[in-house]
């Protein structure tokens, strides 16, 4: 090979900016150009309108999947600026759809992050072959088109509006997509998560792809994870043990919700600042070492264990119990690539704490469920 097939200089380097290095590396911003990347484009167009409702703007978010291959996610709420932004209004959705991660959400426990990615409306535009916000403010109504994130034309004004709200519609790039095809209960999965999580949420989820057998589920949780925990079949208890504090010592809040049912499985599910931890982490294990404390304690009180004998182990607690334990912090701290670990220190003796406390009560209040659960523990968890 010649010495000048080895020369690499700066003239060797090719530099994209904007959408064109959103287009040429897909991945990087959504993660896959698989299914997966489709289900990203939705959840970027939905945690902004579930914000809406989340900082106190909005009411109802609604996701339809249609016909025609489109995705639509229309929100109630005062309609991003048009324009010349006003005062306080924040980006305009120009701007949103054309500047990377314009817009975006930073950590702040009250509002959804943007997931494991948070890249903004732009990466959404850049990968559709067609994207259409409508807006509804201030008593007119405005559309804006663009093809592969570049804009048709300047925002138009089409009429008046009655109401407010914003309307994006998009359909994803077959250039880019190895798949078109969304998984409906995939994203039924998640927004059941979001909605669980966030008490004040009211999210429809729509499928009219097959006009002969369209879908439509709506995720609402007043009642928020304990209301979740009530749907599990068949308990081993009727209450749902659930609670939720506030601790300045983890700049944050902590929410859980437990029920043993009547089977031999484990189901505890983890979240920090509603994003799955799958990968547990600090809430989870003072979530276990709650528990444990909690359940010795009260098998000590029963003559159950002596004082010389070791307590339970979280490893030997989880048959048949089911919990979400949910926080939400100011600062969140991930662990590893995936950020699906949480590692804030301080969180594991605030969850340990709440649990302990918590879970004691309601076995001293409750003999006879506690002896039920305190059945399940294995025999050799005693010897």
């Known amino acids: 090979m010649s010495e000048e097939s080895h020369t690499y200089d700066a003239s060797a380097i090719v530099v994209l900016e904007g959408l064109e290095a959103v287009r040429k590396r897909p991945g990087m911003y959504v993660g896959s150009v698989g299914e997966r990347g489709l289900r ?3 959840f970027e167009v939905a945690e902004r309108a579930l914000n809406e409702i989340l900082g106190g703007s909005a009411d109802r978010v ?8 489109c995705v639509r996610v229309a929100d109630d709420g005062a309609g991003l600026a048009v324009g010349h932004a006003g005062h306080g209004d924040g980006p305009t959705v120009e701007t949103r759809l054309t500047e990377l ?47 592969r994130g570049v804009p048709l034309g300047v925002p138009t004004r089409t009429g008046p509006a009655d109401d407010s709200g914003t309307v994006i519609t998009f359909r994803p790039d077959a250039e880019i997509f190895e798949t078109l095809e969304f998984s409906y209960d995939a994203l039924a999965e998640r ?18 792809r097959d006009p002969a057998a369209p879908r439509a589920i709506r995720f609402r949780f007043p009642g928020g994870p304990a209301e979740y925990i009530a749907e599990q079949r068949a308990p081993l208890h009727p209450d749902v043990i659930g609670f939720e504090r506030e601790y300045p010592e983890m700049a944050g809040t902590v929410e859980v919700a437990l029920r043993w049912c009547d089977r031999h499985d484990e189901r505890i599910a983890t979240y920090a600042n509603s994003l799955p ?3 547990g ?23 159950l264990l002596s004082s010389s004998d070791p307590g339970f182990t979280p490893a030997q607690l989880g048959a048949g119990l089911t919990a979400v334990v949910s926080v939400k912090l100011d600062q969140p701290e991930f662990e590893g690539p995936t950020r699906n670990r949480l590692s804030n220190p301080p969180v594991r003796a605030c969850v340990t704490e709440a649990v302990r406390e918590h879970l004691t009560a309601w076995l001293r209040t409750n003999p006879a469920h506690a002896t039920a659960v305190l059945a399940r523990i294995p025999t050799t968890a005693r010897d």
């Open 191 to 208: 927004f059941r998560e979001v909605a669980f999580l966030n008490r004040e949420l009211d999210i429809t989820l729509t499928d009219d």
């Open 281 to 303: 982490g600090t809430h989870e294990l003072g979530f276990r070492d709650g528990l444990a404390t909690a359940l010795t304690a009260c098998a000590r009180e029963r003559q």
């Open 62 to 69: 609604g996701i339809a999947l249609t016909a025609d291959g």
């Open 101 to 147: 991660w314009c817009g975006t959400t930073p950590a702040d426990r009250r509002l959804l992050s943007g997931g494991h990615f948070g890249v903004g409306l732009a990466v959404v535009n850049a990968l559709s072959s067609r994207l259409t916000a409508e807006v509804r403010r201030d008593g007119a109504r405005w559309v804006l088109e663009y093809e």
């Open 40 to 42: 990203r484009l939705v």
């Open 277 to 279: 931890t799958t990968g």
